[in-house]
């Protein structure tokens, strides 16, 4: 079998956490600032993980599952 190649829109996208979950950034951040509360904007600097149903397909787009 050959390796499975990784798609690079999604390796820009996303990375693994060291347990396995996917990691993702958060929408609403490029532009319309103005209008969000300081509190909306430093929640939206953080980091999430992907819930597991969405997880499996971005795993196997990494080339890890």
Do not use: C, E, Y
Not at 20 to 48: E, P
């Amino acid at each position: 079998m050959p390796k499975i190649k990784t798609k690079k829109a999604a390796a820009k996208r996303f990375s693994l956490t060291g347990t396995g979950k996917v990691k993702r950034g958060r929408a609403k951040t490029s532009h319309l600032k103005f209008s969000k509360n300081q509190k909306t904007k430093r929640r939206l600097r953080r980091s999430t993980t992907l819930k597991p149903q969405d997880a499996k397909a971005v795993k196997r787009a990494l080339g890890k599952g």
